[in-house]
């Protein structure tokens, strides 16, 4: 299913539930009613604003639909996800079988995300006219586990590539590290909600492995599509678009709409997250 990413950034805005619909007001002066969403069309709320103000009935209707509701940060990074707790019939079995899971199995898993990412930052480079050949050969050497970490290795090569031999990737920084971030953010609370919905637990993971990260399964799995984003953000630097604004917003938003090659032929990201049906 694709659903709408819906973003409040403005500090003046209440969020209440009406009849199926999320209802945004004006706090200032009349409350005045500025637009309605229905609920079954949202994938995802996202709060990137610090006077944002909400209804308890809200945040149970989207969670019972299974659409995050998420909290940023300053630096357009998540700070926080509201989740559902059911998100799947065969939730507890699921949820066993991650617990399960052998050693040599999470290797292999993990492989292959580590694989699919070298494979799409080598895609991201070529469409923006850099050497693609270094990751591709990298992406042809991942072992199980990727013990040789093939992936810090290729992140090396691949920031300098894309974005020229200045650039630092940096969470707390301004500029094209903020345009990663909330990229990033948005694909981020497309992923919870996929493996939500699949009866994963999001915090059983492959290999991130801090123990203060609730989403640890998430970011393993959002992985692969990075590049996506990145190459996105790629874009905007040529069009002279350097900061985060409404319109860069809605551009790193429309990521998640375009199509990705596939096996099946072209689908959209947001798509491509979700598990295959039946699941």
């Known amino acids: 299913m694709i659903g709408r990413i ?8 209440h969020l209440a539930l009406s009849r199926g619909f999320m209802v945004v007001r004006d706090t200032d002066g009349e409350r005045k009613e500025l637009g309605q969403v229905p609920l079954d069309d949202i994938a995802a709320v996202i709060g990137n604003a610090h006077g944002l103000s909400y209804t308890n009935n809200l945040l149970v209707a989207l969670a019972e639909r299974g659409a995050p509701f998420v909290l940023c940060a300053a630096n357009h990074n998540v700070a926080g996800m509201l989740l559902p707790i059911d998100g799947h019939h065969l939730q507890g079995k699921r949820i066993d079988a991650q617990l399960a899971a052998t050693r040599p199995t999470v290797k292999r ?3 292959e995300v580590v694989r699919a990412k070298l494979q799409q930052q080598a895609a991201a480079l070529e469409a923006a006219g850099a050497p693609s050949a270094p990751l591709a050969a990298l992406a ?28 630092r990737r940096d969470q707390d920084a301004g500029g094209v590290n903020a345009l990663l971030n909330y990229g ?3 694909l981020r609370a497309c992923m ?22 609730a989403m640890r399964l998430v970011d ?28 860069t917003k809605r551009a790193l938003v429309r ?6 090659p596939t096996p099946s032929g072209a689908t959209p990201l947001m798509v ?8």
């Open 6 to 13: 819906v973003e409040v950034a403005d500090d003046r805005r």
């Open 109 to 111: 898993a993990w492989a």
């Open 140 to 167: 042809a050497r991942v072992r199980s586990g990727d013990p040789d970490n093939l992936e810090a290795q290729g992140a090396r090569r691949y920031w300098t590539l894309l974005f020229g031999d200045g650039f």
């Open 184 to 186: 990033y953010t948005v």
């Open 192 to 213: 919870a909600r996929s493996v939500v919905a699949a009866g994963l637990h999001p915090t059983i993971g492959l290999h991130h492995s801090n123990e203060g990260n």
């Open 220 to 247: 393993d799995l959002m992985e692969p599509f990075r590049p996506v984003i990145d190459l996105r953000v790629w874009l905007l630097l040529r069009n002279e678009e350097r900061e985060v604004t409404a319109e």
């Open 255 to 260: 990521t998640l709409y375009d199509d990705m």
């Open 272 to 279: 491509c997250t979700q598990p295959p049906v039946p699941i």
